[in-house]
């Protein structure tokens, strides 16, 4: 091999292996694997954000229950006013009693 093939291979080594590690370094996998080198827990730090999230979620879900309740609620109100009208309605209707 002459001394120009050997420069071309080693430019196509060095194009493609440093794209390969910079794709590799940009991924999650790469991520991570920096994060072990530096020593920081992203384990820990993920599970705190997830007992988070779960913690508003159930917050949200006990929200909507007591919205669920007071629609009932307000459903039972509403019930009892139609009865009520149609009752005053329907003694309108009725001849008065002799």
Not at 28 to 36: N, Q, S
Not at 72 to 96: C, G, T, Y
């Amino acid at each position: 091999m002459d001394s120009d093939g050997i420069v071309g291979l080693a430019a196509v080594i060095l194009l493609f292996g440093g794209g390969t590690l910079f794709l590799l370094s940009v991924s999650p996998v790469g991520k991570a694997f920096a994060a072990r080198i530096l020593g920081k827990k992203q384990g820990a730090d993920a599970n705190d954000q997830t007992a988070e999230e779960v913690r508003d979620l159930r917050q949200d879900v006990d929200e909507l229950r007591h919205f669920g309740e007071q629609m009932n609620e307000l459903s039972e109100r509403v019930d009892f006013l139609e009865r009520f009208i149609a009752k005053q309605r329907e003694a309108e209707r009725l001849p008065p009693v002799r």
